[in-house]
C-alpha cells in the first residue's frame, strides 16, 4: 500500500475535500482502487485540471461528533490517531482491561477500534490502519490484525425504570449479539449447539436460557469455531448498575452483571482479551468478585492516560486545522485542565463541538448527560465538604482522601466519597505531580471555565430550583445595602424553596451559603472561617476593590417561638454579633473599607433583615 495514498491525503495534496476526491474515484476520473469499501489512490495520480483550489476554510475536514463508528471516522473524518492504544495492549498478550473515564472522553470510539481492529471478518479492516500510527509499529503488531473473534456489547441505552424492563432489555442485547455470530450456525464444530442456544432463547418455563451464562457459551463456540480464543468487549458496563442504583433496583442488577461476568471472564480459557470502558469502577467485591486478573486503569493511573481525551499536541493539530491557532488561549481556558495519570488532557467532546460550531464558546459537555446523582450528593453533603466546595467553586484546591473503587450504596452514606464521584465524574482534576493512588491524599481542582460554569448549575439547580435570578437579585440587594430588598428577596427565595428548608435550619444555611458561592460574581464567598474573636457565618470578599465587602450572620427561631417581634430580635443579635467580635478585621486588613453587616433571622418561611454599613 505504500504506492497509494488514502483520499484523506489526496485531497490535503490537492488543496480539495474528502468528498470531492471520493466522488473522483467513483467515477474513474483519477486512478485508484477500492479496498473493503475504502478508496485508494495511486501517488503518481495527477490532479484533474479542473479540480478547483478550496480556500482553507472550505477544506476541513467534518468533525464527526456523536460518531462512534471507527471505520467512518477514519475515512472520512477527522481522527485523532489513538491507535498505539492497540501496541500497548499487544505488548501484555493477554488480559483483562478496566478503562474508566468521564463520559465522552472517546471511551466508546476507541472500543469500536479495538473491535475493528481484531476482529476476524469477511472484509478486510486492515485499510482502516495502513495509515495510522499502529501500522508503522512493525510486523508483529500487523499480524495481530483481524486474528480473533470478537463478542462486543454495548450497555450505553439501557435506562429503564424497573427491573423486569432493564431485565429485559439486557437480554436483548446479549440475544442480539449472539445472533450477529451467523457463521456459527453453519459451524461443522458447533452449530448444533448454537442452534440449541438460539433456540433456548424463545423457551418457556424450566427450559428458558440463563443469560448470566451467554458470554461463557458464546466465546466457547467462537473458540470451538475459529480454533483461536475470542475476545469481549463490554461498553458502558456500569451504565445499568448507575440506573438501577437511581431507580431502587440496584441489587438485582448487581446480582445479574456479577453472574454474567464471573463466568464470562472468569477462569475462561476461550478468551485472549476482555475489555469493559464505564465512567465508575464499581468495587471488585460488588461485581468483580474472583475475577483477579481484572487491571483497572482510572484517572489516577499513568498507564494508557494519552488515550481517552486530547493531548496539548493533538490539540494543536486540531488547531491548525480548524485554522484556530490564535483562540488555544480561548480553548487551554475552557477546555482543558483535565489530568489523567499526570498527562494533561482536553475534554474531545467540547474541543471538537467548539470546532464545529466555528469556534464559539459554549457549555458542551453540559447536556451530555444526567446530573441528577451528583446534585444529590451535593444537597447532603455535610458542613466539611460544604466548606471544600466552597473553597472549589471560588477557585481554589482542596486536599482529601480518595478512592475510585465505588460500591454504589455507600456514596450516599460516606460524604466523603463526593469528592472521588466527581473526579471520576470528571467535574475535579487530580493535580498531583507524580499521580497519587487510591486511598492516599489527593489535591483537587475544577479543571475549566466550562466544568466551573457547569458546578455552578449543578449547585443552584439543587438549592436553588427556578432561583437563580432570584439568587442575583439578592447580590444586588446586599451590594447597595438595601435591607429591604435583601428581605424581600429572601422571603421569595423561601416561599418557593421552603419544602425543602423547613425540614432544618442547617439545610437552609449550607443550601444559602453554597448558592451564593456558585450564583455571586465578582466575590470570593467564604463561611464559618476565624475573623476578630469568633467564626462568622458567611464573609464576600469583592474581587474589585470599588466593591463593598459584605458580612452576613444567621440566627434561626424554632417555629413554637415564632412572632414577629422575637425573629426581629434575633436579626438584632446576629448583626450586633458581627460587631462584638470584630468579624470586619479580615476585610479591613485588604484594605477594604466599605463594608456592609447583616443581620438575618429565619423560622420556616418567615425572615427578618436588618443592616449596617
Not at 473491535?115 to 490502519?129: A, I, Q
Not at 489530568?339 to 467548539?354: C, K, L, R
Request: aromatic share 12%; hydrophobic share 35%; charged share 25%.
Amino acid at each position: 500500500m505504500d504506492d497509494f495514498m488514502t483520499t484523506k491525503e489526496a485531497a490535503k495534496l490537492w488543496k480539495s475535500t474528502v468528498a470531492t476526491v471520493t466522488s473522483l474515484c467513483v467515477d474513474s476520473k483519477i486512478e485508484a482502487k477500492q479496498i473493503a469499501g475504502r478508496w485508494f489512490i495511486s501517488r503518481d495520480a495527477q490532479k484533474p485540471a479542473d479540480l478547483p483550489i478550496l480556500p482553507d476554510s472550505a477544506r476541513c475536514l467534518p468533525v464527526g461528533l456523536g460518531t462512534k463508528n471507527f471505520k467512518q471516522f477514519s475515512a472520512n473524518l477527522y481522527y485523532v490517531d489513538k491507535t498505539l492504544l492497540l501496541r500497548d495492549i499487544i505488548d501484555k498478550s493477554t488480559g483483562f482491561f478496566l478503562f474508566t473515564r468521564p463520559r465522552r472522553f472517546g471511551k466508546s470510539l476507541n472500543l469500536n477500534m479495538i473491535k475493528t481492529f481484531f476482529e476476524r471478518t469477511e472484509e478486510d479492516n486492515s485499510v482502516y490502519f495502513v495509515d495510522k500510527k499502529i501500522w508503522n509499529c512493525g510486523r508483529e503488531y500487523q499480524q495481530q490484525q483481524g486474528k480473533y473473534p470478537v463478542v462486543y456489547i454495548s450497555f450505553s441505552g439501557i435506562n429503564e425504570t424497573s427491573w423486569k424492563q432493564m431485565h429485559n432489555q439486557l437480554c436483548k442485547v446479549l440475544k442480539d449479539e449472539v445472533k450477529r455470530h451467523k457463521e456459527l450456525r453453519t459451524s461443522e464444530k458447533c452449530g448444533e449447539d448454537y442452534k440449541e442456544m438460539v433456540k433456548s432463547f424463545t423457551a418457556k418455563g424450566d427450559n428458558r436460557y440463563d443469560f448470566k451464562n451467554t458470554l461463557l457459551d458464546l466465546s466457547r463456540m467462537l473458540e470451538e469455531h475459529y480454533g483461536v480464543p475470542a475476545i469481549i468487549i463490554i461498553d458502558e458496563y456500569d451504565t445499568p448498575i448507575q440506573q438501577g442504583f437511581l431507580e431502587g433496583f440496584y441489587t438485582n442488577v448487581i446480582n445479574f452483571l456479577r453472574g454474567l461476568f464471573c463466568k464470562g471472564l472468569k477462569d475462561n480459557d476461550y478468551i485472549q482479551y476482555g475489555f469493559l470502558t464505564g465512567i465508575l469502577q464499581v468495587a471488585k467485591e460488588s461485581i468483580f468478585s474472583g475475577l483477579n486478573n481484572l487491571v483497572v486503569y482510572s484517572v489516577l493511573d499513568s498507564h494508557f492516560s494519552a488515550y481517552f481525551g486530547y493531548t496539548p499536541e493533538e490539540i494543536h493539530d486540531m488547531a491548525v486545522e480548524y485554522h484556530a491557532e490564535h483562540r488555544m488561549d480561548e480553548i487551554q481556558q475552557w477546555y482543558n485542565g483535565y489530568v489523567f495519570g499526570g498527562t494533561e488532557i482536553y475534554n474531545p467532546w467540547s474541543v471538537a463541538s467548539y470546532f464545529d460550531k466555528d469556534c464559539a464558546i459554549d457549555y458542551y459537555w453540559l447536556n451530555t448527560s444526567g446530573n441528577g446523582l451528583i446534585g444529590e450528593l451535593i444537597g447532603k453533603a455535610e458542613t466539611d465538604s460544604i466548606d471544600q466546595l466552597q473553597k472549589l467553586l471560588n477557585g481554589n484546591t482542596v486536599q482529601v482522601a480518595v478512592d475510585v473503587r465505588m460500591v454504589y450504596p455507600e456514596i450516599k452514606n460516606n460524604p466523603s466519597s463526593i469528592f472521588s464521584f466527581l473526579l471520576a465524574s470528571g467535574y475535579l482534576k487530580a493535580v498531583d505531580i507524580p499521580p497519587v493512588k487510591n486511598g492516599e491524599i489527593c489535591t483537587l481542582a475544577i479543571p475549566n471555565l466550562e466544568v466551573l460554569s457547569i458546578f455552578k448549575k449543578v449547585v443552584l439547580d439543587r438549592f436553588a430550583p427556578g432561583q437563580q435570578t432570584v439568587v442575583q437579585d439578592i447580590q444586588k440587594a446586599l451590594e447597595n445595602n438595601d435591607w429591604e430588598a435583601v428581605q424581600s428577596c429572601l422571603q421569595t427565595f423561601l416561599s418557593a424553596s421552603a419544602s425543602y428548608f423547613d425540614t432544618a435550619a442547617e439545610g437552609f444555611y449550607h443550601g444559602f451559603v453554597l448558592g451564593l458561592t456558585a450564583a455571586f460574581a465578582g466575590y470570593y464567598v467564604t463561611s464559618n472561617r476565624e475573623s476578630g474573636d469568633g467564626r462568622y457565618d458567611i464573609e464576600m470578599e469583592p474581587k474589585l476593590a470599588d466593591h463593598p465587602g459584605i458580612l452576613i450572620e444567621f440566627k434561626s427561631l424554632g417555629k413554637e417561638k415564632y412572632s414577629e417581634e422575637k425573629l426581629h430580635k434575633e436579626a438584632v443579635d446576629a448583626l450586633d454579633q458581627i460587631n462584638k467580635n470584630n468579624y470586619a478585621v479580615n476585610l479591613l486588613k485588604r484594605n477594604i473599607h466599605t463594608i456592609y453587616k447583616y443581620g438575618i433571622a429565619f423560622c420556616g418561611k418567615h425572615v427578618d433583615v436588618v443592616s449596617e454599613t
